[in-house]
T-cell receptor, first 114, second 114 residues
C-alpha cells in the first residue's frame, strides 16, 4: 500500500533554478494539496486541487505552480527558486472534494535553496 | 477569515503528568470540521481525530481526550498520564466548506521527560 508518494525526499537548488516536486497517490482521492512546513509557522497551504483539471490557491501560492492532469498526480513546480522557499514540503490527499476526513500525507520533501 | 491559534509554542512535562494542548479557531462557516494531527520526531504526520461543528460531544480514546466547545471556539486536547512516546509536535486544524481549505495552527511542541 503506497498511499501518498513524494519525490525527491531531499533536494538542494541554487537560486534561480527550477524544479518539480512529484506527488502521486494510489487511493483514488479527489482532493490533493501541497503544504510547506517552516519552524514556528506550522503547515501552510500552498495549492490544492479538488479533481483532475481543477486547482486553486492556498495561503502561500506565490512562486509555485501546480497542475492536475490525472487523479493520481499533483506535481508542484518552482519556476525560479529563492532562498525563502527553503522548507519541508508535504503533499496530502483525502476522499471527496474537500478534506472533511483524514488527510493522508506523504513523507515530505526537504528542499534547500542556496 | 479562517484561522487556528495554538498559543502554546512548547510544553514540557514529566512522564505521568496530564497535559492539555489548547486550540482556538475562527471561522465564518456554519458547517466546519476540526482536526488534530501528531508529528513525532521522525517527521510523518499522523491523524488523531476529526470533529464536525454539529457534534460537541467530548471524545475519549485511551489516554487521549478532546473537548470541543463552540461557545469559546476551542477544541482542546488532553493527554492523561503522559508518556515519553507522546513527545511530538501537535497540530490543530480547521476546514470550512466556504473556503475549501484545511488550515493548520502553528503547532505545539510537547516534550515528555522521563
Amino acid at each position: 500500500n503506497a498511499g501518498v508518494t513524494q519525490t525527491p525526499k531531499f533536494q538542494v537548488l541554487k537560486t534561480g533554478q527550477s524544479m518539480t516536486l512529484q506527488c502521486a497517490q494510489d487511493m483514488n482521492h479527489e482532493y490533493m494539496s501541497w503544504y510547506r512546513q517552516d519552524p514556528g509557522m506550522g503547515l501552510r497551504l500552498i495549492h490544492y486541487s479538488v479533481g483532475a483539471g481543477i486547482t486553486d490557491q492556498g495561503e502561500v501560492p506565490n512562486g509555485y505552480n501546480v497542475s492536475r492532469s490525472t487523479t493520481e498526480d499533483f506535481p508542484l513546480r518552482l519556476l525560479s527558486a529563492a532562498p525563502s522557499q527553503t522548507s519541508v514540503y508535504f503533499c496530502a490527499s483525502s476522499y471527496g472534494q474537500g478534506p472533511t476526513g483524514e488527510l493522508f500525507f506523504g513523507e515530505g520533501s526537504r528542499l534547500t535553496v542556496l | 477569515a479562517q484561522k487556528v491559534t495554538q498559543a502554546q509554542t512548547e510544553i514540557s512535562v514529566v512522564e505521568k503528568e496530564d497535559v492539555t494542548l489548547d486550540c482556538v479557531y475562527e471561522t465564518r462557516d456554519t458547517t466546519y470540521y476540526l482536526f488534530w494531527y501528531k508529528q513525532p520526531p521522525s517527521g510523518e504526520l499522523v491523524f488523531l481525530i476529526r470533529r464536525n461543528s454539529f457534534d460537541e460531544q467530548n471524545e475519549i480514546s485511551g489516554r487521549y481526550s478532546w473537548n470541543f466547545q463552540k461557545s469559546t471556539s476551542s477544541f482542546n486536547f488532553t493527554i492523561t498520564a503522559s508518556q515519553v512516546v507522546d513527545s511530538a509536535v501537535y497540530f490543530c486544524a480547521s476546514y470550512g466548506g466556504a473556503t475549501n481549505k484545511l488550515i493548520f495552527g502553528t503547532g505545539t511542541l510537547l516534550a515528555v521527560q522521563p
